[in-house]
Structures are given as C-alpha cells and as structure tokens.
C-alpha cells in the first residue's frame, strides 16, 4: 500500500523569498515520487520525479526536490518565488511493484506568493 | 495529437440523469487513466486500461460507474442514475507504457456538476 501526506494545505510566502512544501510518503516497497502543479483551469503539469536515481532532483522552473529515505520525505523547495508560482502542488507516490503505474496523490498545498 | 484531450469540459446534469465522459490520449499512448478530483482534494484513480481492456478498476465507487477503450485509444466514462455526490472533475491521463518509469500526462480535465 502506498500513501502521501502534505503536511500543509496552505503556504504563503512573499515574491523572491524561498518556498518549501512539505512531503511524506509511505511505501511498501522503492517508490518512484514526483511532484505535479496545477494551475487553475489547467491540467496537471509534471514538475519533477523521482525514479531512484540521485537523490536530489531537479525540475522546471527552478524547483527541486530531495528524496530522504531515513525520513520517508520528498519536500519540495525552490529559491525565489515568483508570483506565477501561485498554484496548488500535489506530491505523487507510485509503487514500482505496481504494475499500472497507478498513482496516488497527496491532499494538494496552495501556495500564494505575495508581492 | 499533442495532448491528452477531454470533452466536454463542463458538464451539468440533473440527479438521476446519464453521463458520458470522453478521453482522447496522446497518440501511440497505450496506458491510459481516468481520476477524479473533489473540490480541495488530491485525485484518486478509478481506472486504468492497458490497450483496450480495463487492467484494473479496483478506483471505481460503485456499479453506476463504467469505462471503455474499444479500440484502444479514446475512453469513454460513463455513469449512470447521477448524484449529487459524483460532482467533481474528471481527469484523464495516459502515458505511453504502464511501467513506473513512465511520467503520467494529464489533460484538463471535465467538470462534472450534478443538481
């Protein structure tokens, strides 16, 4: 079984100042994590993944991400917000035993960023 | 076509009514998913069809809910007798096989409102 929480629903920063968005996932067995944007309107964009490669991953639009085993986290972080970084992020755990890929999404965090 | 695209974007129905939800994945993609998001939460899957047959349909609430890929490519959702709890966005995505290294592409989804 596999299952995701984003510690916060909410997150409000101001524009140029860092961002991080919490995750922790559970995972049976090596879990492949992504993180997804979604912009109102809009379809899920993916961000980044993480597939068992480095542990540090880095995606579009200066996001990155680092995969910590010991504590079963894949925050999401970036230096500088902008305000087009408004969005609702979704973390994403798949099984790798999982033979469809399915995936399972966290509860989502809103960001703001304030000018 | 370039994208994994939805019809109709905004569907609303009266309860007790029948619905159907198309999906036309990216071209070549033979894994394809339908989700559905309620409004402030995370999508969960429903089902997965790996070419024309449904892989697995463990994600569908209940017998009012039906899916099919005929011909491997466009998915039609069904559901039948609709409520008012079925209102949400359905979110359609494929990728082009269903091993775990493959990334999910999402379209925007169909905003389904029951009355």
């Known amino acids: 079984a596999q299952s995701v929480t984003q510690l916060d629903s909410h997150v409000s920063v101001s524009e140029g100042t860092p961002v991080l968005l919490r995750c922790n996932y559970s995972?049976?067995?090596?879990?492949?994590l992504f993180w997804y944007v979604q912009h109102p309107n809009k379809g899920l964009q993916l961000l980044l993944k993480?597939?068992?490669?480095?542990?540090l991953v880095k995606g579009i639009n200066g996001f990155e991400a680092e995969f910590k085993k010991s504590e079963t986290s894949f925050h999401l972080t970036k230096p500088s917000a902008h305000m087009s970084d408004a969005a609702e992020y979704f973390c994403v755990v798949s099984d790798q035993q999982n033979a469809g890929n399915m995936l399972t999404f966290g509860g989502g965090t809103r960001l703001m960023v304030k000018p | 076509g370039a994208g994994v695209s939805q019809t109709p974007s905004n569907k609303v129905t009266e309860k007790g009514k029948y619905v159907e939800l198309r999906c036309d994945p990216i071209s070549g993609h033979t894994a394809l998913y339908w989700y559905r998001q309620s409004l402030g939460q995370g999508p969960e899957f429903l089902i997965y069809?790996?070419?024309?047959?449904?892989?697995?349909d463990s994600g569908l609430p209940n017998d009012r809910f039906f899916a099919v890929r005929p011909e491997g490519s466009v998915s039609t959702l069904k559901i039948q007798r609709t409520e008012r709890g079925d209102s949400a966005v359905y979110l359609c995505?494929?990728?082009?096989?269903?091993?775990?290294?493959?990334?999910?592409?999402f379209g925007a989804g169909s905003r389904l409102t029951v009355l």
């Open positions: 993480y597939t068992s490669a480095a542990t």
């Open positions: 995505a494929s990728s082009r096989d269903p091993s775990g290294a493959n990334v999910l592409t």
């Open positions: 995972s049976s067995y090596s879990p492949s």
């Open positions: 069809f790996q070419g024309t047959g449904a892989a697995d």
